[in-house]
């Protein structure tokens, strides 16, 4: 009686998967594409097929008295099924406005749609609203944000990720697939990108960019980067590369500052940082190991250094606000160094410096004696505080160091007597 009574409890578990497998079969065919497919790495309907089997416990193992049976009609299913999800996708990219409402609800619901790649046999994969070079583009603004809480930069970052397809810092990996499963691995992520038709501002080669970048930053990996320089040929202006000879650099973190978007680095070798603009970078790529058959296959790169330590939260999260606080123009890293310096602002234009130099522990507003000003204090590099001095004369005396007054006047007379040369 109790064998009988155990066989029947297997019987019915097995029925509740089938049912449920049966009825939200789109469902497990979208999370599995969304979560191990891309482009680069399309899905069979096999491969799809033996994924949907373990996730749901209807495995080989699980069924091995109808293994064949089961799997075939679980891969027919899976066929069905996506070449309806694949024609709701063809129709959200057509011109037919009455397929195309329909399929657009459809692409919005599910975040994104399917794709097939033609060949014997079709394989598909999911394409998300957002790719990860957009995702990456959005994130390291959202991070730079003076004016936003740390708790509001997190709630934000984090359905920028869930916009994504495949996240390959995911830690719920795909669960114990045997032996004979014909899953062929997760989706590689591309290792270089370099065009010389394309300037840097087209998005297919600059979104790449960005999309490695910030793999190398969360995988804590070397990158290989030439710098790119604007020329003039044909009447024409190209985007060429600054030299042949590639830097191995040390990423850390990614940034958006007056609109332009840098990664904080050190060189090889050593330790003092300084950053690249991405959109001036001719190309990158992951830097491998050179020695055939090594693992792990990129180089790793180096701990965060002294000089940067202090931009990093014990959760190790960089504070991007702090960092443009200390270098607010980003123009240039300067050689001179961190330095506290003061200045006088009008009050009427509070926000410019704020805009500058946000408004973290790094800088301090204080009422002054003189009237219609307030006495601006922040930690800054000091060349790029000099630069801010001379640019914004208008609203802004420098107070100390001496030096600073010495030099911003030095700076503003320089400029006078060009202007009067050429005028």
């Known amino acids: 009686m109790n064998q009988e009574n155990a066989k029947r409890q ?12 049966k009825h939200f079969m789109e469902e497990w065919i979208i999370y599995v594409l969304r979560t191990y497919s891309s482009k680069e790495h399309p899905l069979g309907i ?36 996506l070449s309806e999800l694949e024609m709701m996708g063809r129709a959200f990219n057509s011109t037919n406005n009455s397929k195309n409402t329909i399929a657009e609800a459809f692409y919005k619901v599910i975040g ?33 944000n003076h004016y936003l809480s740390e708790k509001e930069t997190d709630y934000l970052i984090r359905r920028e990720c869930a916009a994504l397809g495949y996240r390959d810092d995911d830690k719920t990996f795909y669960p114990d697939l045997s032996a004979d499963s014909k899953v062929s691995g997760l989706p590689k992520k591309p290792e270089s ?6 300037p840097p501002a087209k998005a297919s080669v600059t979104l790449k960019k960005f999309s490695i970048i910030q793999y190398a930053i969360r995988k804590k990996l070397k990158i290989k980067i030439i710098p790119g320089t604007y020329s003039t040929h044909d009447r024409k202006i190209v985007f060429a590369q600054k030299r042949e000879t590639a830097s191995i650099l040390n990423p850390y973190a990614m940034i958006c500052q007056n609109g332009q978007y840098y990664i904080i680095v050190t060189h090889e070798g050593f330790e003092n940082p300084t950053h690249y603009r991405i959109d001036r970078l ?10 055939p058959g090594r693992h792990p296959l990129y180089k790793k790169r180096d701990e965060v250094p002294f000089k940067l330590q202090r931009f990093f939260g014990k959760n ?12 607010p123009l980003m123009a240039y890293y300067g050689e001179t160094g961190i330095k506290k310096c003061s200045f006088l602002c009008r009050k009427e234009a509070i926000t410019v410096a704020i805009d500058h130099f946000g ?22 590099d000091y060349d790029n505080v000099k630069m801010f001095c001379t640019q914004q004369n208008q609203i802004v ?5 001496e030096e600073l007054k010495t030099q911003v006047i030095s700076a503003l007379n320089m400029v006078s007597e060009e202007i009067g040369r050429k005028y």
Do not use: H, W
């Open 359 to 380: 408004i973290g522990d790094t800088v301090s507003i204080q009422d002054c004696d003189i009237d219609d000003y307030v006495k601006v204090t922040v930690l800054a």
């Open 397 to 401: 005396r420098p107070l100390e160091p």
């Open 193 to 198: 990108i370099k065009d010389k038709s394309l």
């Open 282 to 291: 001719f190309s990158v790529e992951l830097c491998r190991n050179e020695e």
């Open 316 to 327: 190790g999260k960089f504070n991007a606000e702090s960092y443009t606080s200390v270098y």
């Open 10 to 21: 297997v019987n019915a578990t097995k029925a509740e998967q089938e049912n449920i497998l």
């Open 112 to 144: 994104g749609e399917v794709r097939a790649v033609d060949g014997r046999p079709v394989r598909y994969y999911f394409e998300p609203i957002l790719g990860s070079g957009e995702v990456s583009m959005i994130c390291a603004a959202i991070e730079s």
């Open 46 to 81: 096999t491969e799809i097929s033996d994924m949907i089997c373990d996730l749901t416990g209807l495995g080989i193992k699980s069924i091995s008295s109808e293994q064949d049976e089961k799997s075939g009609n679980i891969s027919k299913t899976v066929g069905r099924k």
